[in-house]
Nanobody, 121 residues
Framework: VQLQASGGGLVQAGGSLRLSCAAS????????MGWFRQAPGKEREFVAV????????YYRDSVKGRFYISRNNAKNTVYLQMNSLKPDDTAVYYC???????????????WGQGTQVTVSS
């Protein structure tokens, strides 16, 4: 599967962005889909994941209640709605997919190209 992430940009603290991850060559409902991010000088970190069922989601603690992952099977796209953004959310965000039950970043087989999110204070 190929993943194309989009929707990043520059936003002020407290603002919102919605990231999109369009899949081709496979259907999003067949994969565990998620988002990771990497800030300059920091390790890549998990943000959110949606399981194949589409009804189970997980988030890192720092984004719970602010970020929401969802999936549109008809559009074969996964979204990350990001609200109440903080400067600490500044990073390159990557869409990921795997047919199994990955846990860490290294477990995910498919990665999109990344989209930059910059939150100004």
């Amino acid at each position: 599967v190929q993943l194309q992430a989009s929707g990043g940009g520059l936003v002020q603290a407290g603002g919102s962005l919605r990231l999109s991850c369009a899949a081709s060559g496979g259907t999003v409902s067949s994969y565990r889909m998620g988002w990771f991010r990497q800030a300059p000088g920091k390790e890549r970190e998990f943000v959110a994941v949606i399981r194949r069922s589409g009804s189970t989601t997980y988030y890192r603690d720092s984004v719970k209640g602010r970020f929401y992952i969802s999936r549109n099977n008809a559009k074969n796209t996964v979204y990350l709605q990001m609200n109440s953004l903080k400067p600490d959310d500044t990073a390159v965000y990557y869409c990921v997919a795997d047919r199994g039950s990955p846990v860490t970043a290294n477990d995910y087989e498919y990665w999109g190209q990344g989209t930059q999110v910059t939150v100004s204070s």
